[in-house]
């Protein structure tokens, strides 16, 4: 789809984000604003740079309005009517998820925010965006996408309101919605429309999800749909009856393989919301076309301030897409697919020269990865039977047979990236999946040889055998065995000082009090502490969403335990850190309410000693001065006019018409 189209045509500079920069172009309109709740950073890891990147190649003016000012539509006038239509976008992260913590507080930054600052986007981005953008210009198509209108598509459970919301077309008032990775679907889009066609007429494309108008609702019913559709139960029914939305999420996740999955309907009173199939993964070729534009890699000039999620990933390299874990508390397999696509060999090289040959490049590449850091050209080696396939992850319970697990073509990259000029060291960052890992050796020695930075960030998630079965996430025996093998190619390498950093998660469903203890117990007898740890967050869409909302698990349809109220969190969370004087109190509690009060005092596996240490005791007493500080006394204004502290009770009203009436002082 791309190959035909010259690179020659996109221009290095970034795209323009005021009215100035699209004069100095010499355009007299535009095609398309994309608006985005990001900072506008012209970087291959950030989605407004590749889709404006893909359509410029093609010839559309595209320009970008970054976290605009959602309080009234002036913003949005700024360009003048876009010729095609608003592309709208919450950023690279549900916008929820951006803003609060798992315990449902304000995050102190926004990493895709210049100086990381907060405050510079709506929640629920996606809905604001829209209608302002349907207010400045009625009558231009407004396209949502991105993450968060991907994982809000359909009916869904909103953790942060505690309720099943509709699908996030009616609220926001889109027409049309792309979900997954858009770049072939925008294209597509824009090419049509320019052609003359209307967004009803783009209903047949594939990762496009659109709502039914009333005129064409009257005349829909469940029984129009016929084969190659799943209808699922109602908003309404999943809003009602946990056991439909059970249901509901089973039957969406089973139609997540492009190559067999079904047209979801849901209806929303008469309103039925369409979900086309996802769209196919695009080729190795198509993955070259998109990586091989010349992105300035760099924030756009305007910015002053330093862009956290920019510094982070600037010196990182995208080798492939997708992951074929399906670990049920992850958005990845449902917004990039379960299908590997990766880049070419050359295709990468070709970055590495780039980064190589600027003068502010250190040296050092960050990362060479992407979902996971070692899935690259895998896939399965019956296309036959993968266009069959309705497994949700090639790798739970167990490997599959039919999974290409081949390790050398990413050792050989590996080989030729540290070799490139101007390259000094290639790192790791992404995680690596230990299983797979481990059937490769030589992939081992090649690791912990030359792309460990000192430590190793893994995911083993957690320790009880039941939790990482709703997981979806290999035994905790693999990881003692992965963490051995590591030690053992780090001594081979004459660098025994390396380490594994290990990252666990707390308060997922079925795990209660109970599993974070033996969990505890386990990161003490192995020498483990955390400096991070990750609290459950419901993110919607995901599996172990449905679980957290239901207390059941849409496969088996049994009940598993939940861990919602914020206390019991808290308590999970302080478990992972026992070790932590800030959080010895809380953990003295959770031992106790759980009744494993031997794992407190001196004994080889006591968490926790029996008398709190002296810096937990001071800790306690700053965050108690903490929370009472400041003025906490009402103050009471002077009545004027017959203004009280109350004046809306009848007694104060009285006394201000009997006041009215008494003569004044002179």
């Known amino acids: 789809m791309f190959a035909a189209v010259p690179h020659l045509h996109v221009s290095p500079k970034p795209l323009p984000m005021t009215p100035e920069e699209v004069a100095q172009r010499g355009w007299s309109e535009v095609d398309i604003v994309f608006v985005t709740g990001d900072a506008y950073v012209d970087h291959p890891s950030f989605a407004m740079a590749i889709l404006g990147r893909v359509l410029e190649a093609d010839g559309f003016r595209v320009a970008i309005l970054s976290q605009p000012d959602w309080r009234n539509c002036e913003a949005w006038r700024q360009f003048g009517k876009p010729r095609l239509f608003f592309g709208i976008s919450a950023g690279n992260m549900d916008s929820l998820i951006n803003h609060y913590t798992a315990n449902k507080k304000v995050r102190n930054d926004d990493a895709y925010s210049p100086g990381g600052r907060i405050g510079l986007r709506p929640d629920r981005a996606t809905l604001p965006y829209c209608q302002r953008a349907r207010e400045a210009f009625p009558g231009v198509p407004v396209i949502a996408g991105g993450v968060e209108a991907s994982l809000r598509r359909l009916a869904h459970y909103d953790y942060w309101s505690d309720t099943v919301k509709k699908s996030i077309l009616l609220d926001a008032?889109?027409?049309?919605?792309?979900?997954?990775?858009?770049?072939?679907?925008?294209?597509?889009?824009?090419?049509?429309?320019?052609?003359?066609?209307?967004?009803?007429?783009?209903?047949?494309?594939?990762?496009?999800?659109?709502?039914?108008?009333s005129s064409e609702a009257s005349?829909?019913?469940?029984?129009?749909?016929?084969?190659?559709?799943?209808?699922?139960?109602?908003?309404?029914?999943?809003a009602s009856d946990k056991m439909a939305f059970v249901e509901a999420t089973?039957?969406?996740h089973i139609n997540t393989n492009?190559?067999?999955?079904?047209?979801?309907?849901?209806?929303?009173g008469d309103r039925p919301v369409v979900a086309n199939p996802p769209d196919l993964p695009i080729s190795e070729s198509e993955m070259d076309y998109i990586y091989d534009l010349p992105y300035s890699r760099k924030p756009h000039p305007a910015y002053q301030e330093k862009i956290p999620a920019f510094e982070m990933i600037k010196d990182?390299?995208?080798?492939?897409?997708?992951?074929?874990?399906?670990?049920?508390?992850?958005?990845?397999?449902?917004h990039q697919g379960r299908i590997i696509q990766s880049r070419s060999e050359r295709s990468i090289l070709k970055e590495l020269r780039t980064m190589g040959a600027d003068p502010d490049f250190k040296g050092v590449v960050s990362d060479v990865g992407g979902p996971t850091a070692n899935m690259y050209q895998m896939?399965?080696?019956?296309?036959?039977?993968?266009?069959?396939?309705?497994?949700?992850?090639?790798?739970?319970?167990?490997?599959?047979?039919?999974?290409?697990?081949?390790?050398?073509?990413?050792?050989?990259?590996?080989?030729?990236?540290?070799?490139?000029?101007?390259?000094?060291?290639?790192?790791?960052?992404?995680?690596?999946?230990?299983?797979?890992?481990?059937?490769?050796?030589e992939y081992m020695n090649e690791m912990a040889a030359h792309h460990v930075g000192g430590h190793l960030k893994v995911a083993p998630e957690h320790s009880d055998p039941a939790v990482l079965k709703q997981m979806k996430k290999p035994s905790i025996e693999n990881f003692g065995t992965f963490a051995k093998d590591f030690k053992d190619a780090s001594r081979k390498a004459g660098k025994p000082k390396q380490y594994i950093v290990p990252y666990f998660i707390s308060s997922h469903p079925g795990s209660d009090l109970k599993e974070m203890i033996e969990l505890a117990l386990f990161l003490k007898r192995n020498g483990y502490r955390p400096d991070q740890v990750q609290d459950f967050i419901p993110a919607p869409f995901d599996i172990a969403t449905c679980m957290y909302y239901t207390g059941i698990d849409p496969f088996t349809k049994k009940e598993i335990y939940i861990?919602?109220?914020?206390?019991?969190?808290?308590?999970?969370?302080?478990?992972?850190?026992?070790?932590?004087?800030?959080?010895?109190?809380?953990?003295?509690?959770?031992?106790?309410?759980?009744?494993?009060?031997?794992?407190?005092?001196?004994?080889?596996?006591a968490l926790i000693?029996?008398?709190?240490?002296?810096?937990?005791?001071?800790?306690?007493?700053?965050?108690?001065?903490?929370?009472?500080?400041?003025?906490?006394?009402?103050?009471?204004?002077?009545?004027?006019?017959?203004?009280?502290?109350?004046?809306?009770?009848?007694?104060?009203?009285?006394?201000?018409?009997?006041?009215?009436?008494?003569?004044?002082?002179?």
Do not use: W
């Open 219 to 238: 005349v829909a019913s469940q029984d129009r749909f016929g084969t190659g559709v799943a209808v699922i139960p109602s908003f309404e029914q999943v």
């Open 379 to 441: 896939r399965c080696t019956r296309p036959d039977i993968e266009a069959k396939c309705k497994r949700l992850s090639c790798v739970h319970p167990t490997i599959c047979k039919l999974l290409g697990t081949d390790h050398g073509p990413l050792v050989d990259l590996l080989k030729k990236a540290r070799s490139e000029p101007g390259i000094r060291k290639v790192l790791v960052a992404s995680g690596i999946r230990m299983d797979l890992a481990q059937l490769s050796p």
């Open 316 to 334: 990182s390299v995208t080798i492939m897409r997708g992951c074929f874990g399906g670990c049920t508390f992850c958005s990845i397999t449902a």
């Open 609 to 666: 000693p029996t008398t709190p240490p002296k810096s937990a005791l001071t800790l306690r007493r700053e965050s108690a001065n903490r929370e009472v500080r400041g003025n906490h006394v009402h103050t009471i204004p002077n009545r004027v006019s017959g203004t009280g502290y109350r004046p809306q009770r009848k007694t104060a009203v009285r006394r201000s018409r009997q006041e009215s009436k008494m003569p004044q002082r002179s």
């Open 250 to 252: 089973r039957v969406i």
């Open 563 to 605: 861990a919602k109220h914020l206390g019991e969190r808290k308590l999970q969370r302080a478990l992972l850190q026992f070790f932590k004087p800030e959080n010895y109190f809380e953990v003295r509690k959770a031992l106790e309410k759980a009744g494993r009060q031997d794992l407190i005092g001196n004994g080889c596996d």
């Open 173 to 213: 008032k889109a027409d049309l919605l792309v979900h997954g990775m858009g770049e072939k679907l925008i294209l597509e889009i824009a090419r049509r429309l320019s052609a003359g066609e209307t967004v009803r007429d783009l209903r047949n494309m594939r990762g496009i999800g659109y709502a039914l108008g």
């Open 258 to 268: 492009p190559f067999n999955a079904k047209t979801l309907v849901q209806f929303h």
